[in-house]
């Protein structure tokens, strides 16, 4: 049977050094020659996918958490924050200390010093852990200023010194909007991620299985982080790596290996998908 697997990126597939091994892209390659379908199914939004990832034979992509979903060329959902939404937050921000970057399918508009969240990556416990200059160099191009009308999704930091935190701001906005921990490791204060209310991995993985005309029965998702949590609830498979979110792997069908012992793979083989469809 053929079947449609769904891979987060950061964490499941791209290490913290940006890297993604050589098995895992033998196995993305080796299920697609066979008659499976693989998606990318990341909270990136479009801008922060590296080119190298479409050499990949991936079949469709799901971005932003889900707000932005395209299959062979043709987009079968974009959902986006409007104007007020994002000037709500914003103000929240400024009184809080945090520092953020609204992303759209092509800007991202930064706040004062939030990408040195990334550019003192691996030397300051208040930074991203690993090497993300490889992120740097590809975002770039797609920075700039202000705030914007309109966002699939933003992530912003809560320094140790912020008057906030990421319980309050659930409490706030929980109601409203999607508001999650964020995926990328920090060492001190919190990251976080917020989107549209009830778009998630989950509903953009539904939207992709219903536009081939599949069912959930037919799809594996793989992940490592909360913001996965509905897409390996709602799989016919849900997948885990170890050391991912507790969180997953209270609801995950299997615990594929780490990362960095090539876990994707791993799951691959287990479940069939390294087999002609």
Known sequence: MRKFAFLDLDGTIIDHNQVISPKV???????????HK???????????IYPSLFFLPFSGLITANGAYVEVDDQVLANHSMDEDAIAEWTA???RSGATWLWQGKDRFYPSENFLDFFRLAGKSDRAASGDWSA????????????????AAK????????????????????????????????????E??????????????????????????????AIGDSVNDFEMVRDAGIGITLAGGAKKLSEIADWIAPSIEEDGVAAAFEHFGLLDPA
């Open 92 to 94: 929240y921000f400024r």
């Open 135 to 150: 992120y740097l160099e590809q975002i770039m191009p797609y920075v700039t200023s202000g705030i914007p009308t309109s």
């Open 191 to 220: 990251m976080v991620e917020l989107g549209v209310k009830g778009v998630n991995k989950g509903t953009a993985m539904r939207e992709v299985l219903q536009h081939f005309g599949v069912s959930p029965d037919q799809a594996i």
């Open 25 to 35: 892209k033998e196995a993305i390659t080796a299920a697609t020659e066979g008659g």
């Open 38 to 48: 693989v998606f990318i199914a990341t909270g990136r939004s479009f801008p922060e």
């Open 154 to 189: 933003c992530v912003f930091y809560l320094s140790p010194d912020a008057s906030s935190s990421f319980e309050e701001a659930h409490r706030l906005f929980g109601d409203r909007f999607m508001v999650i921990p964020g995926s990328v490791h920090v060492r001190a204060g």
